[in-house]
Structures are given as C-alpha cells and as structure tokens.
C-alpha cells in the first residue's frame, strides 16, 4: 500500500470514529423488591411498572405517618380513638403487612416526624416528642412537651412539622378565616387591614428541636408569613430549603357573586407549591394566585376585581408550580430512595385530600401526584402518580370518596406509603418493573 492509500484509510477511520454516537450513560436501575402487590393494588391506579399493597386498613382516621429506620411505620391519627392518637405497626414477616399493631399516645393531631432518635408529634395545641428506644416496637411513652402555647381554632388548626437537620423544627400555624374578612365567611364582607391574624397565623414558625417546654410565641421565629393554611411541608434536602404546598380560600363565587362565575369559582384560587427561604410572604390575605394568569392579584375583599395588582401583591412569593382549586393539598415527600427508577430520584410527592367546594361541579383531587426536580429545581411539569381512590363514580361531596389520601412516607427500601383518613387504609406502593 503506498502513501497515498495509507492516508486515505486512515482519514476514513478518522471519520468513522467520529461519527459514531456517543454512548449515553444507561439510566440507574431500579432496586428489584421480593414484595408482591396486591393483584388489584387495593384499588388504585398506578403507572406500569408499580404495585400496591394494603400494609393496613380500618384505622380511623390516618393522617401524617413516619419510618423508623427498622422499618416500622408510626401513623397518626387526626382525631383519637379510644383515647389513643398514635399507632406503630411492624411488618414482622416482610410480606410487605403489618402483622404487629399496639398504640400509645393521646397526642392527635397532623404532625409528625423522626429526629436525633426522638418521635415528635404535634397535637393542634403543642409538639411532644418520644424517645425511640433501641429495636422496641413503642418509644418511651412517658413524652416530654417541646412547644405548647398555640390558640385553640375552629379551622386551620393542624400543626404540620418538619426539620433541616441543623438543629429546627418548622411548625405550620394556620389562619382560622378564609380571607380575614371583618365578619367571618359573610357575603360582601371587606377584609380587616392590616390583617391582625398575620401576628400569631398564617405562617410556619421555627424553633430548636432540641429544647422542651418552649412558647409558640416566645421561643419561635416567624420564618414565613402570608401562608392561609400548610398542611404539606417538607425539608428538601438536596438544596436545604423549606418547601410547602398551601390550602387556597374558599368560596369567591359564594361571597362576591357579582364579580366571579361558579366555573371561576371552581378553578380559583390556584394550590402553590412555594420554595421558602426565611423571610418569604404568600400574600393572605391581601393576595390570592390565578395559575391562568400566572400572577398574583389582588382578593376582592380588598377592592380586588379578578385582575387588579397592586403593591400589596407585587412583592410576594410566587409559586414555583400551581395546582387546581380547592384541591386540599395534605402531605408532601421529597424522595430519596432507590426503588423507583432514577426519575423519581429527588422528586416530590404530594398527597391531596379532595375539594369539597367545586359545586355545582364534580368534585375534584383526591390523588397523589409526583413533580420532577433536579438538582433542587423542578424539571418537568407534575403528572398523577396514584389515583382512583374516590371509586368509580365521580363525587358531589367528599364524604362520598371512598378514600381521601392524606399522608406519605418512604420505607427504608423506598417503597411508598400512602394513608387515607376516611376508613384508614395505608397502601405500599412498590415498583417490581413488570406492570401491573
């Protein structure tokens, strides 16, 4: 071969290897489970590849439920039963059931969470915590009062909880109003200003999780304000930032009939999904946001039209994704496991609980979706991830779901609890990689 057809080859080599497609990284599998879903995944619907299993049923009324690190699942209760708030269950089998049940605990409530191996649980009234103790299936029952201090309410009275792991707790005080009007859900009533309730409400406190027997007021930092009601709240902590998904007002068509159709009535105002550094303000009462618009306008309790901004709401939080109306989002999880497959890896799961004021319309929500993030920023619009738990008719009322989800926690394998609180059944959701 002489020079010429040399170079020539070996240009055509040259050209080939750089031609060739790169090789994309293959995606990180998913941890393979020995659990079998139930063959009708207790009733709900889940994307291929998941499965679910009734772990428990006929609880009462399961709200917010945590994991300790054996894999026993601690559920609360949000009214008690039989005087008892808290439930512990162990899977002593691995069948993916709970075999084993014993409660303890007055403390009823929406409030729940696992840190320096203590239990805490909030009543609407106070924090508690429990020391865990070795591989027993109950803490130390004796408890010991980490917050007390918070005015009894009619509505918005859970105290949702979570921590940084830096040494914080972070409470949720809801407002006990819709839109702080001077006469309580009246037609036509204008909202007080400035708002008195945004001095003890309508915002999540911080505290040292490490300290017994603080004041509400005393001993907290208001961390954000302008917050109507949260009931889902999570740490993330991929980028350390409180995150929190908030309840919406109610009943504009109902109170200014004038200004807002039954159908905007429906939609509006949208569920926010806020990322909340300290300092944040969600705008209630003065504000309310419109997902359509994508912006915030001014209430109609305070001279708003449906589309007037003014400097009350120019400065406040925007959401980071909005949600429809009145869907009554109740528990958010940040996942870090590795069951699912790598795009789940980081995500967000929020539980909602169902609207109840979409009239004359069907009623609407009642399922967990999943929001896409990477590296701390969400990537992708959310999808629904669990759904039929209202059965196979649609609904007027929410008394009529057969299930309204409430709760989220991961098992030590990644596999995801949900709970519902109108029988008290908690599924297992599980990813086999087979369908369903």
């Given at each position: 071969m002489n020079i010429l057809n040399t170079l020539t080859l070996l240009a055509g080599l040259f050209i080939i290897a750089c031609s060739s497609p790169k090789k994309e990284t293959p995606e990180e599998p998913a941890m393979k489970t020995s659990l079998i879903a139930d063959t009708d995944n207790?009733?709900?619907t889940l994307?291929?590849?998941?499965?679910?299993?009734?772990a428990a049923d006929t609880l009462g009324r399961a709200g917010h439920m945590v994991t300790k690190p054996n894999g026993d699942l601690i559920v609360q209760l949000r009214d008690a039963k039989n005087g008892i708030g808290i439930l512990a269950m162990r899977?002593?089998?691995?069948?993916g059931k709970f075999e084993m049940k014993e409660t303890f605990s007055g403390v009823a409530g929406t409030g729940l969470g696992i840190y320096n191996d203590y239990l805490y649980a909030s009543s609407d009234t106070s924090v508690h915590r429990f020391r865990l103790t070795n591989n027993s299936l109950l803490p130390d029952t004796t408890g010991e009062l980490i917050i007390s201090g918070y005015p009894k309410q009619s509505q918005h009275d859970t105290k949702s909880l979570t921590f940084d792991g830096q040494g914080h707790i972070y409470v949720n005080i809801g407002a006990p109003s819709n839109a702080c009007m001077e006469k309580v859900r009246t037609p036509g009533s204008p909202g007080m200003d400035p708002c008195p309730l945004l001095e003890h409400h309508a915002g999540i406190w911080q505290y040292n999780a490490n300290t017994p027997n603080q004041d509400a007021y005393a001993d907290g930092n208001r961390y954000a304000t302008g917050l109507r009601n949260v009931v889902?709240?999570?740490w993330n902590s991929?980028?350390?930032?409180?995150?929190a998904v908030q309840h919406g007002r109610d009943q504009l068509n109902q109170f200014f009939p004038d200004m807002y159709t039954t159908e905007q009535s429906a939609e509006l105002p949208s569920e926010e999904f806020f990322r909340l550094p300290e300092g944040s303000n969600g705008g209630w009462p003065y504000c309310y946001y419109d997902g359509q618009k994508e912006k915030k306008v001014l209430m109609p309790e305070y001279g708003g039209d449906g589309e007037m901004v003014t400097e009350?709401?120019?400065d406040k939080t925007l959401p980071i994704m909005s949600f429809p109306g009145h869907v009554a989002p109740n528990d958010l999880l940040f996942y870090t496991g590795d069951m699912f497959p790598e795009k789940y890896r980081g995500g967000a799961f929020i539980a909602f609980h169902g609207s109840w004021n979409r009239g004359p319309h069907d009623q609407y929500g009642f399922f967990v979706v999943f929001v896409p993030f990477t590296n701390g920023n969400i990537s992708g619009d959310y999808e629904i991830f669990a759904s039929g738990f209202v059965g196979p008719e649609p609904v007027k009322s929410p008394g009529d779901a057969l299930y309204r989800p409430c709760g989220l926690?991961?098992?030590p394998d990644g596999s995801l609890y949900i709970s519902e609180d109108q029988k008290g059944r908690i599924w297992r959701v599980i990813y086999n990689g087979t369908g369903t």
């Open positions: 207790g009733g709900i994307p291929d590849g998941f499965g679910a299993i009734v899977d002593s089998d691995e069948d889902a709240l999570d991929a980028d350390n930032t409180l995150y009350k709401c120019e926690a991961m098992a």
